[in-house]
């Protein structure tokens, strides 16, 4: 099977505007009843700052997921030590993180876990709305922790968090344009009589208006304990789905990247000059689509519009003579998993 197809819009070739969205409390803050789903990837650097970035993550490759979820703080068993908090984070066990939420204001007020507790008497903010690119904000926080055996230690620390870059974020399953990026860094130190640690911390999260919760997510950790032993943790994590679950109802969609099946395809000869194909095997009758971008996320056209094709090779080819060298990237959906190739025009 082969189809040909021609660009004659030079209109479409035109470089998209980017524009600035703004983290708000309606849609972006804590919300009780979501559950977060992301996906732990192997840690990649976060890339450049600034303006119409774009952020290549199409190679990551998962190992397990992260379920967050948001629950009435008043629910907690130990909500009486924490009055403030309006929104708790289970990650699961007998740990939940503390929130207080207001309509300009997200503070860490505290955690507890099954035999401790931190209470941050100077809440440690994680947000403040509306924000968005060029926002910036620091402060320090301080409190105490209150351990199993009865040990108190002090705790104090500072925090920043800036919105240092926005553009096109291209993952294993999507293609995402007018994305925020807000750096946060932390340093925390706990220390008593015959104790210490230091916590250093950089977190880039990414954001897109509609989508609650962050789309992707870098974590550097670094800890130095009491005898100066340095250790570290990174990682990464794509959110799962495009809106968030309701923590009481079951998870009934089908992942984008849980369990997701493997096809082959492909984009040859790369680079090409003015005729690329596509090709792809598909061992039973699957829905396809096939979608072409420029390198900032803008969609030119659809290669293959969304239709039922039967088992076997496919392949199509078209004529990209109205478009410039460079690069661009070639989506691929099949059924309700998606993939993303970049192909390299020349002349």
Request: net charge negative; proline share 4%; glycine share 6%.
């Amino acid at each position: 099977m082969k189809k040909i197809f021609t660009f004659g819009m030079v209109s479409l070739l035109s470089i998209s505007a980017f524009s600035q969205i703004t983290l708000t409390h309606a849609k972006h803050a804590l919300r009780a009843g979501d559950v977060q789903v992301m996906h732990k990837a192997d840690y990649i650097e976060p890339g450049p700052s600034g303006v119409g970035q774009i952020w290549n993550f199409s190679d990551l490759k998962f190992y397990g997921e992260d379920r967050n979820h948001m629950i009435d703080a008043t629910t907690v068993e130990k909500y009486g030590a924490l009055p403030s908090a309006t929104v708790a984070i289970n990650t699961g066990g007998d740990f939940h993180s503390m929130f207080r939420i207001t309509a300009t204001e997200n503070d860490n007020v505290g955690h507890f876990g099954k035999d401790y507790h931190v209470i941050f008497t100077q809440p440690y903010r994680r947000m403040i709305y509306p924000f968005t690119y060029g926002n910036h904000y620091r402060s320090n926080y301080s409190g105490y922790g209150v351990y199993a055996n009865n040990a108190e230690t002090d705790i104090t620390g500072d925090y920043s968090f800036e919105a240092d870059a926005y553009g096109t974020l291209i993952l294993p399953n999507n293609v995402l344009t007018n994305v925020l990026r807000v750096k946060h860094t932390m340093s925390r130190y706990e220390f008593a009589r015959c104790f210490y640690t230091e916590t250093q911390q950089t977190r880039y999260l990414y954001y897109t208006d509609n989508q609650r919760y962050p789309v992707f997510a870098t974590l550097e950790t670094m800890w130095i304990n009491n005898n100066r032993d340095t250790s570290w943790h990174r990682s990464a994590a794509v959110s799962e789905f495009v809106h968030t679950v309701p923590a009481d109802e079951p998870i009934t969609q089908k992942p984008m990247m849980a369990d997701r099946k493997e096809y082959i395809h492909n984009v040859f000869p790369n680079p090409f000059n003015d005729e690329l194909k596509v090709n792809f095997i598909l061992d039973e009758k699957t829905n396809v689509a096939i979608e072409l971008y420029t390198l900032d996320g803008l969609k030119l056209r659809d290669i293959c519009s969304r239709r039922s094709l039967e088992q076997g090779v496919h392949e199509f080819e078209y004529n990209t003579s109205a478009l410039p060298a460079g690069a661009y990237f070639v989506k691929f959906i099949f059924n309700d998993f998606a993939f993303v190739k970049q192909a390299v025009k020349i002349k």
